[in-house]
Structure formats: structure tokens, C-alpha cells
């Protein structure tokens, strides 16, 4: 295994402690669970707390994204499953100043249950919880709400984490992260596995020269699997199920976060992003804004993907906000 | 080969080409050469002009690091090699605005040839040009002068930046780059090489169980090949080589650097600098500021490096600036 670690059973709690101890003056752990990570910089003034989560080994996700005017906190899985309700919880109850609280994860069914849960004790107790989940994996569905969430989990709380800083009502917030959720579409490719640190092992084999387009951050099976292209002709072929997907138009705006997987270097990141750049204002698309690197991956996963993200006037005043993370300054 | 490129003697035009596509609002080239990522925030009002550079396959070494309040350019050859002395020339060209320039590389030979020739070019034509080079990793030579550069050079470009803006002179500002070089120390393990884009191939071959200490970004050979350990193990290796060399004591104040050398996970990086903040802390020593993070890579090298650098009350300030380029905003 070419990780570096200790007992892989600890893997989740030592990242944290590690986290926190280097970026000590933008989070903590909750003081009730050692899988919250809580922002230093909530409001003083109520707004609706804004919380991310889902499993590890997605890192910049979760954590990286808590701080000042984006997520209030963070909960923690273990690697690859959901954190539990009563973690989810946690958070609430660690974040919530009176205006509720948003919950923002990718569809996945563990997490939805347990987040679910988190949500009915919060209602227990009187706080309310509304959730939107993150849906923009093109390729892993047809029917749209069945889609699960990759990358795109950083746009929509970019979005609503700038509603929640204006001081818009939880009904709004929701409104606001739901419009940017649907207006977001990925789709990548994998030319690896990533290793689980519990087995030391890969979760998938692919032959030395193969990819598979379509595959998903956990190993979920793809479109096809095929000899390595050239990223000219990757990048074509994703933009192929995309485009048509979200029916974009000459005239009309994007956002394009180009997200690496974990072990693809900087440089395919950046000749990737150039072919989507290239493609899209051939066609008479607008790039207003740009986002290329790591962040939201599978570990060592070598690979990418691509999201673009429709915008409005709205959405684009949104994105453009202030948002200030260890991994949100990009 | 597992890497999403076009062809590999197309990957540095390509990268840039994307690279000032995505960055637009940051960078441009340089109208005179492809190979010089300039900044758009260069200052109205005469300041000594910080040019950085280098080979590619490092990245965002050197590019990334082109922005508001940090490097006024960025000079770019070819995979592991030198720029060539016309660009780097060009890069003075294009910067100074009658304060000098200071050039700051990692010290390897080609680097040193070719930088020297610019900054004569650069004499011919009146404008002054000092070097410093960084000379951080700790493993390469007894002899402090003659040790290579490796992502010290973020932290010497900080520093240095940080002095220019205060309006310092040619002098001084390379003075304090020459302090922040000497306070610096960095020891790295590879896991495994990078692959060239041109061959496809790997610069050298380990077993899938090995690990090597105080290899060189380039391959350079290490101080002892072994079985990969446990994290905590390799810190302490680490640190074992660094700390007598450094000669830090208790009551000492530090920054640290985790680096990521191209596909080592997120997650490993902080249960790395767990290891290092508490072996720190357990000696008395304070840690001033930390980063975590992919800073200067090989590609896609599995490995990291640290990096301690002696903080005292002036160089805590200059860290502590404002830096904005789309990757030193961690």
C-alpha cells in the first residue's frame, strides 16, 4: 500500500487531530463529538448555520470547506459510509442560532438515512432542519433527484452559504442551494482505484492502460471502460454527456470546477481545463468563473471530472461571494 | 501510463495555455514569451520586482504562485528542465519598474547557468538583478550553499515578497530572502517516482512495499531505501535529520510545511502533520503557522516533505502578510 499512516482503523481521527491542530484558528472539534468540526468564525448576528458532511476520504471534503462564510460545521464519517444520526445531531446543536439549520451532503443512501434521523431529533428538540441534497453526477441516473453528488457538492454550498451570510430565512436558503443544485452537472472519469487504509487495498482493479468514464468517487461502475485517450478526447467525451444533459446555449454562463480525484498532477488538471475553456466558448458559452484542483477526491484515486454549473445573475453574485477555508481560497 | 495529457511535448504550452485561460483575472503571459506567466496586480508604485522559477512538473511551483502581493512572475521550462536565460531576462523585462528584480530558485545547475545569464542580459540593459538561491533540503549537502531547493521556496518567495511590498530596496529584500533560506529545512520520502510525460515512463523504479528517505524531487537518490513504516515512524525519520541540523531548541518558534508531492491523499498529509505538530509541541517548540498541503510536487509522485522554518518576530510578520495568487491562498 503506498499510503502513509498508521493503524488504518485510525486513519478518521487522526486526520481530524492533525486538522485541527493546523488550522486551529478557523475550527475546533465539537466539544460532544471528535466528528464535528466547527467553524471559529460562526455569527454573532442569527443566520441559518449551514451543514456539510459525509464520509471520509473525499478530503478537501468535508472539512477543508468549514470557515468564515462557508460551512458552519462539518460531520465526519468513516471512510466511504455516513456519519451516524446522533452526529449529525451533534452539529445541529453546535451551530444553530435560532434560524435552523441547511443540511448539504451528496445522495447517498446512508447519509440521507442518518441524516434524516439527525434531522428528527433536531425537530424533537425544536430546531428545524431542512436538507437539499446534492444530485449533479450526470451519468449515475436519469431521473435527476436519483443522481448522486460529486463535486459539485462545493458549488451548491458556495451558493448557499453566501444566501445564509445575506440573511435569508432557511425556506430561502433551501430555495437558494436547491436552484444550484439543479443547475450543476458532472461527470468524471477514473484511471485507478483508490486504497481503502483498513485492507491496504484497492477497491477496484483497472488494467494499466485503461479508464473508465463515468465511474464514481466510491468505485461505482461507469459508462464504459476503455484504453486511456488523450485528455482532449476525455474531456470531448464527458462534455458529450453533459452538454445535451443540461442543454447549454450559446449566450448563456457557466461556472467550471475542474476537480481532481486525488493523484492526477496539476498539470492534467490545467490541460484539462483548457480543452473544456476551449469547447465552451466555441459554442458561444461564457466561462465566468473557474475552479481547477483537488477539491473532492477519493484519496489516491488517479482522475478527474468536470462540472459546470448554469448561472444567473443571482447564482453568479452568489459564487463570487467571500469565502475564506483552508480549502476554499482558490 | 496513468496521466490525462495530449502529447507529452505539448504538456508545458498546454498546461499554461489552460493555466492563464482559468486565471485570467490573475495572470497573463508575457506578450514577448509564452514561458513567462506575468501578473496582473503588478504594482503602480515602484517596488523591487520577485521573479520565481524553474522547471515545470512541479506545479503550482511555479506558476501558481503568481498573484497580488506575491510573485510578480514566473518563469517556466521545459519538465525538469531550465528556462532558458532569454526568458528569464524577459521576466525582468517585464516586471521591473525601476527597483530591480530578484530572482528566486531552487538551487540545481541548470537553474544557476541560465538564471546568471538573464540577470547579465538584464545588467547590459541597466536594470539590476540579484539572485538568492534556496537551499533547503537538508539531506542533499553538509554544506549549507550547496544543497537543493525544494518547497522552502514557497516560504523564501513569502517572505521576500512580503519584504518587497513594504517598499524595501534591492538590498534588503534579498537580504531577507537570505535569512528566510537559511532558517529553512526540508526532508522528503518518495513512495514512488513521477511519470514523464514524454516517455510515459517513470524516472525510476521501487517495489510496491518501498519507500525511499531524502529523495530529491527529481529522483535524486535518497539516504536509505526500506519498507514503507508507519506514518508517525517516517516523521520521526524525518525530524531525526532535521532538528540536530536545524539545532532547534525549546521556547523556539516555527512554521510548517506539509507537502504533498503530487498523489499522496489529503488525509495522510494531516495524520503526517499530526506527527510533526506533537513531536514540536512535546519539545517546547511553538507553532507559529502551518501549511498543508500539495505546494511543490513531482507530478505525480506518492511522498511529502516538511519543512520547518525558524520564525523570529520579523519573519513571523512577513509570513503572516497578505499573499493572493490562486494557490498560496491556504
Redesign the interface.
Known sequence: ???????GYD?VE??????V???SEDVRLSDESGRVVVSKHLSETPKVGIIFGGG??H??LFL?YVGKGVADAAVIGNVNTSPDPMTCYQAVKDVDNGKGCLYLYGNYQGDVINFDMGAEMAADDGIRVETVLITDDVYSSEVREDRRGVAGDVIVLMAACAAANEGKDLDEVKAVAERANLATYSLG?A??S?TL?VTGEKIFEIG??EMEVGMGIHGEPGIVRKK?E???S?VDEILEHILPDMKLEAGEEVS?L?NGL???????L??????V??VLTEMGVK?HK???G?YA?S??M?G?SVTLTRLDEELKGYLDAEFDA??L??
Not at 1 to 7: A, C, Q, T
Not at 270 to 275: A, C, E, L, P
Open positions: 500500500m503506498k499510503r502513509l499512516i498508521n493503524d486513519v487522526e486526520m481530524l487531530d492533525g486538522y491542530k493546523a488550522h471520509s476520504g478530503e478537501p477543508g472519469v484511471l485507478s483508490s487504509p494499466e492502460d486511456i488523450p485528455a482532449d476525455v467550471v475542474v486525488g493523484a492526477l498532477p496539476v498539470m492534467d490545467y490541460i484539462v481545463y483548457r480543452r475553456h476551449d466561462v473557474s475552479m481547477v483537488n477526491t484519496m489516491d488517479i478527474m483552508p480549502y481560497r482558490q
